[in-house]
Structures are given as structure tokens and as C-alpha cells.
């Protein structure tokens, strides 16, 4: 089945760094658009950024040019850099992709920035 497992998240002072991975299993993962949103507290799930998969890139305006979203096929991996943290992004990052019309979601990972 499919399985997307997220991890890297954690406690950053802003103007930090992090790198967010998902580990993709349970389908042609070279074929699919890879997705990752956020939800904050008290607010809606959101798109941040995507990656077709001949590896095109797209963001959210809130995060263009402090983000980047890249893949590796031979891992079965999407990742996530974050960089110029600001408290704003805090939240659980979750990735995401549709198999067969279905969307399939990791469980989540959580990303604190600290003012």
C-alpha cells in the first residue's frame, strides 16, 4: 500500500535552516507530482510547494525564494529546504500524493520556529 513517511521537522530559531524528507513506498514514485503542505493552529491546510515528476517546481508565494522543493527518483525521497525561517511557518508539514485518484498523506511532521 501506499505509504509516505515524513521526518526532519523540529525546534529552529528564525533565520534557520531545516530539511524536510519523505520517504515514498507503495507506487511508481518517478511517476508522481509530490506535494507538501503545512496547517498551522487554528488554520487550514495549505499547498507550500510541489514537484512534478520530470521535476518541475512550484510555490506558494509565502515561501518562494527561502523554500526549495527537489526529488530523488533512485530514493524514492521528496524533500523540503527551508531556509530564512520565519515564526509564521510554523506548523506540521505534511506531504502528499494521488495514486489511482486517491491522495494518499504521511502522518505529519512538526516544525517550530522560535522569534
Known amino acids: 500500500q501506499v505509504q509516505l513517511v515524513e521526518s526532519g521537522g523540529g525546534l529552529v530559531q528564525a533565520g534557520g535552516s531545516l530539511r524536510l524528507s519523505c520517504a515514498a513506498s507503495g507506487f511508481i514514485f518517478s511517476a508522481n507530482a509530490m506535494h507538501w503542505f503545512r496547517q498551522a493552529p487554528g488554520k487550514q491546510r495549505e499547498l507550500v510547494a510541489s514537484?512534478?515528476?520530470?521535476?518541475?517546481?512550484n510555490y506558494a508565494d509565502a515561501v518562494k525564494g527561502r523554500f526549495t522543493i527537489s526529488r530523488d527518483n533512485g530514493k524514492n525521497t521528496v524533500y523540503l529546504q527551508m531556509n530564512s525561517l520565519k515564526p509564521e511557518d510554523t506548523a506540521v508539514y505534511y506531504c502528499k500524493t494521488t495514486w489511482f485518484r486517491v491522495d494518499y498523506w504521511g502522518q505529519g511532521t512538526q516544525v517550530t520556529v522560535s522569534s
Open positions: 514537484i512534478a515528476r520530470a521535476g518541475s517546481p
